[in-house]
């Protein structure tokens, strides 16, 4: 262990003083005393603040009120300093142990009252269940202790401190200390007490731990108790109620298993608990016990003896305003809101979260990885050189926070894996934690994934492995090496499940290639699924000067270093709302599979144990998007992991619409986490009769010419559109610019994708030094006939000699307006594009475009690599809500394989858009907005757009997929759009 330092270095030692062992989180019915509430707070820019705050006669009353819990730098309008974003990033130079003098300390003082009925108490125990970042106590002016470990929770026995009547408490907190050095999540950086801070009355013949290890196997149930008590408060009394059993330890002698017949098993989706009780004379401890085994079986992970798929996400603690403090109700509906995306596990990344959501976690079923509060990840930058995993000095540490862990959350049967922590290399201090985990629980696996060679670990685990990556670890291996492995230890490392601990980086408009990665977890029983990075967005909603609300990002409050929107990398934005992505990610991995086979359709029921009992399943018939015929679909009950095939109710098939059959699996009855009718999977089939695209009408008898043209509905002035159904509308413009992604913007690091990328590269980059968002045109020609206009234009950028060529062919077919436009590249381009499409403008007139109606994807955006969540049908969306609210504005709003488009102004329909299939039967997309891609791509925030009322419509004729690239693989080869001809074929009429 280090030696003791200074207040302002730090310690990575355990901490010191009267603190006690860590053991579990416990809901007792001995007396206690919340101390959440206001505290008198005081900031120190540096740690070297006179210490006499802490006597109890020291005056405060010039000081501020401070919440507990809170984090300072998120109150007072930035008067107690500033949130720091980094993710790999230390906002403090490296010199372990040491940190600056620089160290912003808070002083928190309260006054509490102990009640007359506590002078029995045996012992008197002051907990902090989350003080970020090290911190010291005094009661009454008497210094208690000093402990660290942010996310951790710390006892400190006060008997000695408190008296009767009026006491007070005093606790200073450090920004910065040792143990900020192996704290370096990627996450905000902010200080203060930030969990709940309780006063413990430990009745004398009181129960100091316990833990209830459960077991299942046929029917039949196991509980193995270990209850930490003196031998004095014995006899001990285990109740379960509901299983009829009251089994009493006279001695800690006769602590024994208890085996219990007729026992309904706990599994994620079947979050079976059993209230219980461990008591003695003097206190009752309530628990809620979930029978489950976990074990790993050859290169399989088993609950209850069955392979468990995790579809799952890695969850930090954040909220816009709170930071990481906790609020039961929000954590709730974020559960529940998992639980109707198709979410079955989460990764508590990357440290413990409020014991409290564990509770959560057990009662609505997840499966849990429970990671320690563990992460160095700063010292990559140096080649890990200093890094404490593999320096014995910090070793007590390392083994004092996986203990605390363990101890505080080894109740709960949502936990099936611990896992040792982070980006934190690898060394003997990991495996020193393994090791003790190995000792304390023998059935829970380890977990880490910077073990590449499987020294210490159960089970393989990866991030952001490539799907060819992840085929390779799911099969034999044909002597594919694995990163970082010997082929002994490749070899090794395939004997053992595989995890995706992190993968499909969701930060923007993106990923792309869930169902990929998903399809291997079927076809390879090795691969045990993944968890999403990650659940939400973690941005702080804050101000511009003139008071307009936006959720702010790394420097955004002026960080000397800080790592921008990476924290802006979730399915959910930071105001609760579901991403596009969300929804993808749950038609992906939705539990029940629908294969259609002629006139039957087969149910598989994927789920690890439950069966379909809890689904209904309803079926509609739509007619180009409008419903015709629906009823309910009988099916049988289909067990876990079987399927039946079903007879399908007779359709009715339109001779000249679009035909679709769609099935949706709905909840038959409310649950705790949605209502009945809510839908857990879907399926669509297309019944429709083909009918033939119109083929297009020859002509020869063009003539030059310029001036003003009419052609139905259009009026063209010089070749170039003006007016639409008497309203100004301006294009078809070609558009090959998207406002890049994030995906987009990060530079290629060779991983499996588009072989157009170029290593270390942004595509966003190529694409602007290609000129993709500053195209100019120069006009070719200009030709027409009694009924049609045609037009080539030559597009390309100053400083360039690339090309492409347009021609735009407008024509009266059987007295509709036709637009055909074909592109045509020229030779030498290198890249992928990010789109070909065209762009109209429709300035607001006298009213503006505010609204669409379609009939094609929908309703939310699809990209190439993005399509499982839209289905078929007939959609409608103010302009407004077209677009997704990106931290960082970026592309958004496309939807894919448009039939037809509606473009409204309030109630009134303006312009009607239908799509012809190109030859090769591609349809069209399009995306409407008050902005263009280079007015998006210039704000680095909502609010930076430019106020607008002209909306942009853009018909593309394809788009670049999205992936992964921001922390992960590039765009599928498939999905990568490369420079090529297409052809856009629309009619157009008056609304």
Not at 107 to 115: A, C, I, K, W
Not at 721 to 728: I, K, S
Not at 929 to 935: K, L, V
């Amino acid at each position: 262990m280090l030696p003791e330092l200074s207040p302002h270095v730090s310690d990575t030692a355990p901490a010191r003083g009267a603190l006690r062992p860590a053991r579990s989180w416990l809901h007792s019915d001995a007396p206690s005393l919340s101390l959440n509430g206001p505290w008198r707070f005081r900031l120190s820019p540096t740690a070297t603040a006179a210490e006499d705050f802490a006597a109890d006669d020291f005056a405060d009353h010039g000081w501020d009120h401070l919440p507990v819990p809170s984090h300072w730098v998120l109150e007072s309008d930035g008067a107690y300093g500033r949130p720091i974003y980094t993710n790999i990033q230390f906002p403090f130079p490296i010199d372990p142990p040491h940190v600056p003098d620089e160290n912003p300390t808070g002083d928190y003082r309260r006054h509490f009252d102990v009640p007359a009925g506590w002078s029995d108490a045996e012992r008197v125990v002051l907990r902090f269940d989350g003080v970020e970042s090290l911190f010291r106590v005094w009661v009454n002016g008497v210094e208690i202790g000093s402990a660290s470990g942010s996310r951790l929770a710390h006892e400190f026995d006060v008997t000695s401190a408190v008296r009767p009547g009026d006491n007070v408490v005093a606790v200073r907190v450090h920004q910065w200390s040792a143990a900020s050095y192996v704290e370096d999540q990627d996450q905000w950086w902010l200080p203060g007490i930030f969990r709940d801070v309780t006063l413990l009355a430990r009745p004398a013949g009181g129960i100091e731990d316990v833990w209830l290890r459960t077991g299942f196997d046929n029917g039949r149930g196991r509980v193995d108790a270990e209850v930490i008590a003196d031998a004095s408060a014995f006899p001990v009394t285990l109740r379960i109620p509901e299983l009829g059993v009251e089994q009493v330890w006279a001695t800690p002698a006769d602590v024994t298993p208890v085996d219990i017949a007729d026992v309904e098993p706990w599994s994620a989706e079947e979050p079976r608990l059993y209230d219980a009780t461990v008591s003695t004379a003097a206190e009752s401890i309530a628990l809620r016990v979930g029978f489950r085994t976990v074990e790993i079986r050859g290169d399989q992970f088993l609950v209850n003896g069955r392979r468990v798929v995790f579809h799952g996400v890695n969850r930090h603690e954040a909220h816009p305003e709170r930071g990481r403090v906790f609020d039961e109700e929000h954590a709730r509906e974020d559960l529940a809101r998992m639980k109707r995306f198709n979410v079955n596990a989460v990764r508590t990344s990357h440290y413990p979260p409020h014991p409290r959501l564990l509770d959560l976690a057990d009662e609505l079923g997840f499966w849990v990885v429970l990671e320690c509060d563990l992460e160095t990840h700063g010292f990559e930058k140096g080649g890990w050189v200093g890094n404490p995993s593999d320096d014995p000095t910090w070793r007590g540490a390392y083994l004092e926070r996986i203990e605390r862990t363990v101890e505080r959350d080894k109740n709960h049967p949502s936990i099936v894996i611990w896992s040792l922590g982070n980006e934190a290399g690898t060394g003997g201090n990991l495996a020193a934690m393994s090791a003790w985990v190995h000792a304390r629980d023998a059935e829970r696996p380890v977990h880490y994934e910077g073990d590449y060679t499987g020294e210490y670990t159960d089970i393989y685990s990866r991030m952001y492995a490539t799907v060819t990556e992840t085929e390779q670890i799911g099969t034999d291996g044909s002597g594919t090496p694995l990163l970082g492995c010997t082929p002994s230890q490749g070899a090794r490392q395939r004997t053992k499940p595989f995890l995706l601990c992190e993968y499909a980086h969701a930060m923007g408009n993106g990923p792309g290639a869930f169902d990929q990665y998903e399809a291997l977890v079927h076809q390879y029983p090795r691969l045990h699924g993944g968890f999403v990075w990650e659940w939400r967005d973690h941005g702080i909603l804050t101000t511009t000067p003139d008071g307009t609300p936006y959720y702010a990002y790394g420097g955004d409050f002026g960080e000397v270093v800080h790592d921008g929107n990476f924290v802006m990398d979730g399915m959910l934005l930071s105001n609760d709302v579901p991403t596009p992505s969300l929804h993808e990610y749950k038609a992906v991995v939705q539990p029940v599979r629908f294969t259609f086979d002629g006139d039957t359709v087969a149910v598989t029921n994927l789920r690890h144990s439950a069966d379909t009992s809890d689904l209904h399943f309803r079926w509609r018939v739509e007619h180009d998007g409008t419903p015709v015929e629906s009823g309910e679909l009988e099916v049988p009950v289909v067990t876990a992991g079987e399927a039946g095939r079903f007879a399908m109710p007779r359709i009715a098939v339109s001779p000249d619409a679009e035909t679709w059959l769609t099935i949706d699996a709905v909840l038959a009855a409310d649950t705790a986490w949605a209502p009945a009718g809510h839908v857990v999977a879907t399926a669509q089939l297309d019944c429709s009769i083909r009918r033939p695209v119109p083929a297009v009408r020859p002509r020869t008898d063009w003539q030059p010419g310029s001036g003003t043209l009419s052609l139905g509905i259009a009026e063209f002035i010089d070749g170039s559109l003006a007016r639409l159904a008497g309203r100004a509308v301006t294009g078809p413009r070609l558009e090959l610019f998207r406002a890049p992604t994030d995906n987009d913007e990060s530079p290629s690091d060779g991983v499996e994708g588009s072989d157009a990328s170029i290593a270390g590269v942004s595509n966003a980059d190529l694409w602007r030094a290609d000129g993709l968002d500053r195209l100019t045109t120069r006009r070719v020609s200009a030709e027409h006939t009694a009924d049609a206009l045609r037009t080539v234009d030559k597009v390309s950028a100053a400083n360039s000699a690339l090309s492409v060529t347009v021609e735009t062919n407008w024509s009266l077919e059987a007295g509709e307006l036709e637009l055909r436009v074909e592109v045509q590249p020229s030779s030498g381009w290198s890249t992928v594009w990010p789109r070909i499409g065209v762009r109209f403008e429709l300035p607001d007139g006298t009213a503006a475009v505010d609204g669409a109606t379609w009939f094609g994807l929908g309703p939310l955006e699809s990209y190439p690599d993005s399509l499982r969540a839209a289905r078929t049908g007939r959609f409608s969306s103010s302009v407004r809500d077209l677009s997704v609210d990106y931290a960082r504005p970026q592309e958004t709003g496309h939807r894919s394989e448009l039939r037809g488009l509606t473009l409204a102004s309030g109630e009134s329909e303006v312009l009607r858009f239908s799509a012809i299939p190109d030859t090769h039967g591609r349809r069209p997309g399009f995306t409407l907005s008050r902005h263009t891609p280079q007015e998006i791509a210039q704000a680095q925030h909502p609010f930076e757009r430019p106020e607008s009322t002209t909306s942009h419509l853009i018909i593309d004729a394809a788009q670049h997929g999205l992936g992964s690239r921001a922390c992960g693989p590039d765009v599928w080869p498939e999905f990568a759009l490369r420079p090529e001809s297409r052809t856009i074929r629309l009619r157009i009429a008056a609304g």
